[in-house]
């Protein structure tokens, strides 16, 4: 909520988003859906439950991780057939560096951006 209740803004929000993008030619190397699929993996260590949390297709899943590996130039996650209790996939040591550094950032974003709309919106709601 932006503002008191009846007042022009009371229904304004502001979102961002972070991409990681290739320096020369500012291609997407990283989306945010990417990153929340890489952090849904970390959390669940399933690709299929990342997917299903996400409500989008295993297919489409892969291929986010897919896209992200081939534009990094390393693996991001691998995966294991299981036995019984079925497979499992697991960010790998890059993987979850990458993982680790984002949340530090985006919690370091979302600090500063609260910050900065609060005082956004005070300034249009005088």
């Not at 534009?71 to 299981?82: A, I, Q, T």
């Amino acid at each position: 909520m932006a503002g008191t209740k009846g007042s022009k803004y009371y229904d304004v929000f502001l979102d961002y988003s972070i991409v990681l993008r290739e320096r020369n030619t500012s291609q997407s190397i990283l989306t945010q859906e990417q990153l929340c699929l890489l952090l849904n993996i970390d959390e669940l260590e399933s690709i299929a439950a990342s997917a299903k949390k996400m409500d989008i297709s295993y297919r489409k899943a892969w291929e986010l991780v897919r896209r992200a590996e081939e534009e990094l130039g390393f693996p991001l996650v691998s995966k294991s057939r299981g036995g019984s209790e079925g497979g499992k996939s697991e960010l790998t040591a890059d993987g979850k560096q990458l993982v680790e550094a984002y949340r530090q950032l985006r919690n370091e974003f979302d600090d500063s951006v609260k910050r900065v709309v609060k005082k956004f919106f005070q300034t249009i709601n005088r």
